[in-house]
């Protein structure tokens, strides 16, 4: 995981290897199971997940009952996304 996530912080900031050892510290490895819900409606998201294997789905419910999905997550990105325009 820590090579996935050096890597995303390398190619998408100009942080550098001594700030990115200091994010690092920061971060603890979690294993989530499949359908587990990080973030309900209503909620103040606290954290930031990196994605090491698998995905992460944001989706909402429709008046009529329907699940639909805003964005997806997979494998070496951040969640939630830290690009306005994908959120």
Do not use: W
């Amino acid at each position: 995981m820590i090579n996935k996530l050096k890597y995303y912080l390398q190619i998408n900031t100009g942080i550098d290897d001594k700030e990115i050892e200091k994010i690092f510290s920061c971060f603890k490895l979690r294993t989530i199971k499949r359908n587990t819900i990080l973030l309900s409606e209503g909620e103040i998201c606290k954290e930031f997940y990196f994605v090491d294997s698998g995905c992460i789905r944001t989706y909402y419910i429709t008046k009529q009952g329907h699940e639909k999905t805003r964005y997806v997550a997979f494998d070496g990105s951040m969640y939630p996304p830290t690009s306005p325009h994908l959120a």
